[in-house]
């Protein structure tokens, strides 16, 4: 069964990797501009901070919980970079400020799920509002973009002067290796894994289970502040309703990813696949005639439910097997 | 069958020449795999029929088939006679047939009466439940098993036994006409199995079949009137029991002889277990014990007396409120099972399914689990090493696998069992605390788990054991410690340890816990 279950492992990410190639395909033939350098960075750069963002949600899921609060956590980095680079601090302490900020955020999560023993699901979505009702409280209506164009160059200029691989992107590759290294090879990643299938059995085991859950909070926040801040550079201003929406993005590409909902399963090689098929696919229709932004939201709810129900398909083929045998035999009866 | 609320057994006087309910020469597979081959089965009115096995026999699959859960692939199912077709456990149900689990499943926030008549409540006019009439009907049936439990009191709290007397009730009250008990003594103490018993008794003579299923051989002879054995899901033995031998029952089950073992006296050298008045409020008081290295101490008593809740708080997974462990001479620190497992302490605890494996990893996975520091080189732990380390442990512990990347939960309970010991023995641990080693495993297997311990104690290790079964508790045990009621009530030796001594002492002023009445 353990090879049957790599072997459906294998077939998950087989199939992404044949998505993107579809999607890729796809795209060159709506639109010659697909493949132009400006459009791959574009697309790359906003996948990238996405992606990021979807690496320490994986580790959550996995876990069995999950953080909704991850934009509401960006925005609040960038809207306090926004307004203390407006009061003169210098760049380096702004930084420091942020991500201390975006630990905090995550901390709190992190303290309510695992001292409070509260549900993250709604810990999270508590906090999506109160940190983006933080976040517009902290700038105001008034938006930031006097940023020096040494920083804003990040959103420009590609990674080591090869125009379409934004910096996000290659931020993106060198953590998506370290996590996954350490998901498949180091004792914190086997302890996640079995934290997510049987949390009791874990901790029965002596894996300190809430120490754990709190750290990925506190990862969590941490690495969504710096996105916050890699991103108000990107689009060189930091204003109100930053990166709205963002969170349920993130959790589609981890679903998307082979993430299992209910924790214990997934790849980041299955995530990172998944980031480039959704970032692809929202390019490429969105290169298309009459395809606006409004369309590309049903695509991308029906994705996510998609990715939650194939996984399961042989239980529901089970069941409604089983179903129709009763039904059988009813009318056996009958008869 | 209509669903009053008088309760009826039988309607019909037990006539043993036509079974109730047969099953004729019933297949069943799963994923091609046969879980049952063209498996008889008659039961009778008015006689107890036991269903043994080992693990993996086919025990639960045929139940399930009984109780209407799965359907048969092949031969087919007859109630009086009349082949019928069961749509679900609640078409058996309504047919007169009732299961009862070894660990029965209660609406814990309802009364006893409520959960008696879940779904089909006695009504009043204008459809209001008529509660009355509920206590009334439970009082009804409690009385004649001979046992109290108030049918006002809310289900939370009540032990495991007076639980499946609450599922009896249900069926009873529903005129269940078969009644199948799967493992029901499992989790009971010898005095809530001997309640237990009369009410089989009292049924039985009623008129209702009877299906027992228990590794327990003895009770199998104490209560039961015919035997159905089945080994790799095929019978082996179905007859009445009169003239048979444990010794023939248990070479149907595992098709050879199993020795039977003999206690081996181990002497302690330096303590390694030291606790001081060891005290959680409301669960445990003044505990104070010791264990020395290369002994084997069992902790027997009722079940709910606060064994497992001792052992739970020295290995840390749950706090207490005063008193010391020590471990070697160090003082351990309270609440942290990491801080226990670095002291040397491993626990295997009682419930394997939830607290001791994950059932979807495998077998490697669960070996490693508790050792991955010791497995990590530069921080990294190689797959290839896990699968060695793991395989090097199950070998040692005679794990039956098929391969060590197999998920547990394709063993069998002993194997899953033997594959828990490996983690904690890979440990290489000074103290082992192993609670209820052998429940819901085979015999055979139950005999390698014992000599196991043995061979523990004998390798220097200290071990403590928690078991509700007194013959394991005098074949494992150098001396024996007895609770009662969240109290340390007996120390005995090894030659005062007898199944009387250890009885008395547990119970001892403590009336059946079935009588008493909660305050409300």
Known sequence: ???????????????????LAGVFVAGIAISPQFTSSYSLFTTCTNIGDLAIMALPMTLIVIVGEIDLSVASTLAMSSELLGVLWLHHWPMGLIVVVCIAMGALAGLINGLLVTRVGLPSL??????????????NLILGATSVSNFPSSYTAVGVNGFLGIDSLSWSVAIFAVLAIATGVMLRMTSLGRSLYAIGLNQEAAFHAGIRVKRIKLMLFVLSGIVCAAVGILYTFELSSAAENIGIGFELQVVTIVLLGG??????????VGVALAAFVYALLRSALLLTPSFNENDFQVVSGGLLILSVLVPNLALFRARARELLARYRGKRARHA | MSSSATPAVAAKPPSPAEPVVSLVEASKAFAGVHALREVSLELFAGETHALVGENGAGKSTLIKLLAGVHQPDGGQLQIGGEPVFLSGPGDAAHRGIAVIYQEPTLFPDLSVAENVFIGRQPLRPGR?????????AVNEVFARLGVRIDPERIARGLSIAEQQLVEIAKALTRSARVLIMDEPTAALSPIEVQRLFRVVEALRSEGAAVVFVSHRLAEVFEICQRVTVLRDGQRTLSRPLEGLS???LIRAMVGRDVLTEAHEQHAPSRTVLEVQRLTREGVFRDISFEVGAGEVVALAGLVGSGRTEVARAIFGVDRY???????????????????AMSAGVGLVPE????QGLVMEQSLARNIALASLRKLRRAGVIRARTEREFATDWAKRLQVRYSRVTAPVSTLSGGNQQKVVLAKWLARKPSLLIVDEPTRGIDVGTKSEVHRLI?????????VLVISSELPEVLTVADRVLVMREGQLVAGLTREQATEEAIIAAGTAAALPSATRKTPS
């Open chain 1, 1 to 19: 069964m353990a090879r049957e279950r790599i072997a459906a492992a294998l077939r998950w990410e087989t199939a992404l990797l044949v998505a």
């Open chain 1, 122 to 135: 709604a810990v999270t979505i508590g906090t999506l509002t109160l940190y983006r009702g933080i976040a």
């Open chain 1, 259 to 268: 993430v299992s909902i209910f924790g214990g399963t997934g790849t980041v």
């Open chain 2, 128 to 136: 209001r439940i008529d509660h009355r009439a509920m206590d009334r």
């Open chain 2, 246 to 248: 444990e010794t023939d």
């Open chain 2, 321 to 339: 409120d005063a008193g010391t462990v020590r471990i070697d001479g160090q003082k351990l620190k309270r609440g942290s099972p990491t801080a």
């Open chain 2, 351 to 354: 419930d394997r399914r939830q």
């Open chain 2, 454 to 462: 043995s061979q523990l104690a004998r390798d220097g290790v200290a």
